[in-house]
């Protein structure tokens, strides 16, 4: 999930050529930014999309944002597009662990109705309040099965929280160290906030160091623009890779002679270094996959 791009599901045209664009991740919308009066259009074309061939073989895959609990329209989004193609459901407004609760049990309920297997729909709760920020973790753990990563959604929180933007970011700086933080330690990836400015690359680049920095896995993504700067900085570099592929083996080398501790460069490599190592030999594998 290094790249999950925004695609109105309304618009045929954003959809059409959103299949190409190579984002990891397609976010179908429903939510912000299709209209009240083409939700049933945003659904509809989603049925058909997720039906075709060249969808169908996206690595990524389909995940389609839903309206909130209070809208009158989550019943209809989940159960209409609980069907082959998607893998699940980005929740806006999940401010506590209840909200993802009881999204997780409507999606039971529904799986249960239509003879699918109980867990088939995962759930990507967006973290847009301050009290979402707060409960993090009750969030992240609302559903075991089910939430498979949680994202920043940093317009609606600056707003919340009576904040300004500022240019260095300092006004969301806790808030992303604080969900990166929760959702490692239940073991969900973190997924960053969009990057607002579409056309400037190099204050995407800035965020993107930062990004990378503080432990996120991947960006929410607006234009197909930010889509090769951000695949860049969630992709192991090649030194990075030579360096993990030479960690490894050096501690497979020292397992084999009976040593206790391997040396790289005159230092001592520990067990959180073979597996940091590994993390990226997992991730960089992942990568080729979906290249293929």
């Known amino acids: 999930m290094r790249s999950l791009m925004f695609v109105p599901a309304h618009n045929q045209h954003l959809l059409e050529s959103s299949i190409h664009r190579g984002a990891d991740v397609l976010l179908l919308d429903i939510e912000d930014s299709v209209p009240q009066c083409d939700k049933q259009t945003a659904r509809d074309n989603i049925k058909v999309f997720v039906e075709r061939e060249d969808v169908r073989k996206l690595q990524g895959g389909v995940f389609a944002r839903v309206n909130d609990r209070e809208s009158g329209e989550l019943l209809r989004d989940l159960y209409q597009l609980t069907i082959s193609g998607i893998a699940g459901f980005v929740y806006p407004k999940s401010t506590k662990g209840e909200d993802v609760y009881f999204v997780g049990k409507l999606l039971e309920t529904i799986e249960y109705e239509k003879g699918l297997p109980i867990g088939t729909f995962k759930v990507i709760p967006l973290i847009e309040t301050t009290g979402a920020v707060m409960n ?36 969301i700086f806790w808030a992303r160290n604080m ?22 690359l190099e204050d995407l680049e800035r965020n993107l160091i930062l990004s990378k920095k503080l432990g996120f896995e991947g960006m929410l993504v607006l234009n197909p623009k930010e889509l090769p700067l951000v695949h860049q900085y969630f992709s192991p570099s090649e030194e990075e890779i030579a360096w993990a592929r030479e960690m490894v083996a050096l501690c497979d080398e020292a397992k084999a002679e009976g040593k206790g501790v391997a040396l790289m460069n005159g230092k001592f490599v520990g067990p959180p270094m073979l597996k940091m190592a590994q993390n990226i030999i997992e991730k960089q594998n992942l990568i080729e996959r979906k290249i293929q």
Request: hydrophobic share 35%; with cysteine; aromatic share 4%.
């Open 136 to 171: 993090i973790t009750d969030i992240c753990n609302a559903c075991p099965n089910r939430v498979v990563a949680v994202a920043f959604g940093c317009e609606d929180y600056v707003s919340d929280m009576h904040g300004q933007h500022d240019p260095e970011g300092q006004s």
């Open 179 to 200: 969900i990166v933080n929760g959702a490692r330690a239940c073991g969900v990836a973190p997924i960053d906030t969009v990057h607002i400015d579409v056309h400037n």
